[in-house]
């Protein structure tokens, strides 16, 4: 029987892979993929590309698990595809892939990042200086409190899972989501950062972090293992003390 | 495409799901509760009558429901404050695991004291 | 609505969720307490009757409760049934209406 089992799994035997192929409407196409060791969901995607179906449109980078470019739906599941091996996800020798959740969908695995980053920008999540530049360097202690709340999360590379696997965001369209609401933390903690107020200003409310109810989905599948639900909380004080102190 | 129930396979959407539940179900309970203990306003006998109707064994699982309910929005309220307010991460599941022990704990006893 | 105001929204809920916290835990060891032996009138109001710490009490839990679940049927209503603007204000408003109404009319009936 165990014998058996193994054989089952081994390479040689075939996986049943069903992809999603049109745009928002479509349909999956299933496709027969042999199954090899190590083989990662990316492989299994190129595969398919470049010996079953040349149609078929994917995105991918570096392959390494560095740029987040190939994030997709596996199994339900949104993940790195390139860091996902078949055999930790295929129940049963079946796959299903998808483009991203909650994001418009180009056509097949592509998925249109626009209001992804829109948000980010919303969310005031880029740097805002407040010396001139050519002065002295601004001196960051790298255990001090702050600083240890920005590395908590500047590690985020845009992949977008944690967007992709938010009920908050598929129910509410304005709302910021985890990463621009994380990276608006990292800001908000940066000493030399000067758009403090604006920035709590940006994030309060319906449409950010007051929204996130601490489903932590995003904590819970971010590849690079950060907490956009503890980012959130941070926002929820600080906006919380701002809106006491009449600062908001 | 919206995510399926894959997604949400964790203690930690699991808590926001009875959270939520919870809260909804107590909201719709509490007008009926306090119209019931409004019927003093008519007088003692009309009070008691209607406890009377109480001691019905259905009644009284329901009741041991609406407070495993209420235990378990309060215990995973105090569960939420915690997390906002002390950004306190590494020890999320045990808070989950904790406030659904702390829950039953108290519907337990309640059962107990109202069979 | 400013999100300045949808902050404060927030704050009040936490805040109303804190009081709760308290009244909820002294409710639940009440209602064990009293459950035993069979449940009367009588013992309810030998309790509250006449009494101003509990009435005090109720009403402060009335309050609390009232804030606490409008501003969290608001949250579903936003979510789950996408009421916008003029539609949910009323419902959140019917909301601590009707709870802040019938509950002290509730507290006042095991009072006087």
Not at chain 1, 116 to 130: E, I, L, Q, T
């Amino acid at each position: 029987m165990a014998t058996a089992a193994k054989a089952m799994d081994g390479p040689g035997q075939m996986l049943e892979v069903s992809v999603w192929r049109g745009g928002e409407t479509g349909a999956y196409r299933t496709y027969a993929v042999p199954r090899l060791p190590s083989q990662t969901v990316l492989d299994v995607v190129t595969h398919i590309q470049r010996h079953l179906d040349p149609t078929l449109s994917y995105r991918f980078a570096c392959r390494v698990g560095m740029c987040g470019s190939c994030a997709m739906s596996v199994n339900g599941v949104a993940r790195w595809t390139c860091r996902t091996t078949v055999a930790k996800v295929a129940a049963g020798r079946r796959l299903e892939i998808a483009p991203l959740h909650n994001l418009p969908v180009v056509k097949d695995l592509v998925c249109d990042m626009t209001v992804f980053f829109d948000k980010w920008k919303r969310a005031r999540g880029s740097f805002s200086p407040v010396a001139a530049s050519g002065g002295d360097f601004a001196v960051v202690r790298p255990d001090s409190r702050a600083r240890r709340a920005v590395d908590a999360g500047i590690e985020c590379i845009g992949c977008g899972v944690c967007y992709a696997s938010c009920d908050i965001v598929s129910w509410l369209p304005d709302y910021l989501g985890p990463a621009a609401l994380n990276r608006a933390w990292t800001l908000i903690n940066d000493v030399r950062d000067g758009a403090f107020r604006d920035r709590l200003r940006a994030v309060a409310g319906d449409a950010g972090c007051h929204a996130c109810h601490t489903q932590m989905s995003c904590t819970e599948r971010c590849p690079k293992h950060i907490s956009p639900t503890a980012a959130i909380a941070g926002l929820k004080r600080a906006t919380a003390l701002a809106a006491l102190r009449g600062e908001l | 495409m919206r995510a399926d129930w894959h997604a949400r396979n964790h203690p930690a959407y699991w808590a926001f799901v009875v959270h939520r539940l919870s809260g909804l179900l107590l909201t719709l309970f509490l007008p009926a509760h306090f119209l019931m203990l409004g019927q003093a306003l008519h007088g003692e006998a009309q009070l008691d009558g209607l406890l009377r109707w109480t001691d019905a064994p259905l009644v009284k699982t329901a009741e041991t429901v609406l407070i495993l309910l209420l235990a378990a929005h309060l215990t995973g309220g105090v569960r939420l404050l915690m997390l906002e307010f002390l950004a306190w991460r590494n020890w999320q599941k045990a808070l989950a695991a904790i406030a659904a022990g702390a829950a039953i704990a108290v519907g337990l006893g309640f059962a107990l004291n109202v069979a | 609505m400013t999100a300045a105001a949808q902050t404060r929204l927030w704050l009040a809920q936490r805040a109303s969720a804190a009081v709760l916290a308290f009244c909820v835990v002294v409710h639940l060891a009440v209602i064990i307490y009293a459950v035993r032996g069979g449940l009367s009138a009588a013992e309810i109001l030998a309790r509250t009757q006449g009494s101003l710490p509990w009435a005090g009490f109720y009403a402060l839990f009335v309050v609390a409760v009232a804030v606490h679940a409008s501003v969290g049927v608001r949250a579903v209503a936003l979510e789950w049934l996408h009421l916008r603007g003029r539609a949910l204000g009323v419902l959140v408003a019917l909301v601590a209406a009707v709870l802040l109404g019938l509950g002290l009319r509730a507290v006042w009936a095991v009072y006087a």
